[in-house]
């Protein structure tokens, strides 16, 4: 597995294990939960994608109990989480409405909660979860900074920014933002053309893509797209899941997926994608099929 450097003092895998669906399994026992991970680190999958309010707000407090259980488990992973949405479940059962907040308080008592569910003492990188149409990237830089410089967080950066958000957060800060997690995949492809990924790949900033399997629907169906992507995996001995991560690999973006499978054998099977060569005539056939057409 290949480690990629994201900060002068932060590595990931190049693959990452997302575990917003992990309180969706019908298993979420502890020795369950812990196999997965486990079968991650077993291919060198070291970096894990958390949100405080994934689970309604309860994934942080799953992967907590398996790290108090097993302390030494922390040293081998990066976690990442994010913050700012606020939706009335959980912990915020009493919002009058969903909303995002990136104010100071409220970032600050999210991390403070993350650490204390996931049973750690830093956080690998923080993200801002959606852009926030209120913030105040004054306020909003000034905690991030102060979270780097206290250590609660190693890195700070954002998700689903458009680079006009990345540009106004980073305005209001010393630090530098790492990353942008946005959707990328053959079945969200508009990254690739509308700016997103030019604008990192410009700053040599790697992106995270969330759902890179189309959240499953890549993996379901008998379209040109599909047909295609069992040609390459026949010839590869890998199922369409690995052809499908494998295209995002070989972007000159450095882009890092993110997969979020629930299921054992299929986490077991993530690395497979690192088999599958894809050159430019085979990407362009990936993105044409993806298009539904070929380019111009
Ligand atoms: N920043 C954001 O706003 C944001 C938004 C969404 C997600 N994320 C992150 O991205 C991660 C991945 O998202 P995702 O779960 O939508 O990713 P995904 O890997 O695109 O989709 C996973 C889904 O595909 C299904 N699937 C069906 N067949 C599969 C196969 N052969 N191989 C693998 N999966 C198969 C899985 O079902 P089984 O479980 O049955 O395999 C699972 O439901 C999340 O966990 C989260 O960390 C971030």
Known sequence: ?????????????????????????????????????????????????????????????????????DHGLIGKMEIVT????????????????????????????????????????????????????????????????????SGKVRGVGVSNFRPWDWKLLQSGMKSQLLTNQIEISLAEITPFTNGDITFHQQHNQRPMAW??????????????????????AGAYNVDRAAVAVAFLLAHPAGILPILGTNNLERIKKINDANRVEIDRVIWFRLYEAALGHEVA
């Not at 990629?4 to 502890?30: A, E, H, K």
């Not at 812990?34 to 309604?56: N, S, V």
């Not at 939706?87 to 600050?108: C, N, Q």
Request: proline share 3%; with cysteine; glycine share 8%.
């Open 1 to 69: 597995m290949d480690r990629v450097q994201i900060s002068d003092d932060l590595n990931f895998s190049r693959l990452v294990y997302g575990m917003w669906r992990i309180g969706d399994d019908t298993n979420t026992s502890v020795g369950y939960v812990k196999a997965k991970i486990h079968a991650c680190l077993d291919q060198g999958i070291t970096t894990f994608d958390q949100a405080d309010i994934y689970g309604g707000y309860n994934a942080e407090s799953l992967l907590g109990e398996i790290l108090k259980a």
């Open 82 to 149: 994010k913050c700012d949405i606020v939706a009335p479940v959980g912990r915020y059962a009493d919002a009058p409405i969903k909303y995002y907040d990136t104010s100071r308080a409220h970032i600050e008592k999210s991390v403070e909660n993350s650490l204390r569910d996931m049973a750690i003492e830093q956080i690998d990188l923080l993200l801002i979860h959606r852009p926030d149409p209120f913030m105040d990237h004054y306020e909003t830089g000034a905690v991030l900074d102060d979270l780097v410089a």
């Open 211 to 232: 759902s890179p399997l189309g959240g499953g629907n890549l993996i379901l169906g008998d379209s040109n797209l599909h047909k295609l992507m069992d040609e390459i």
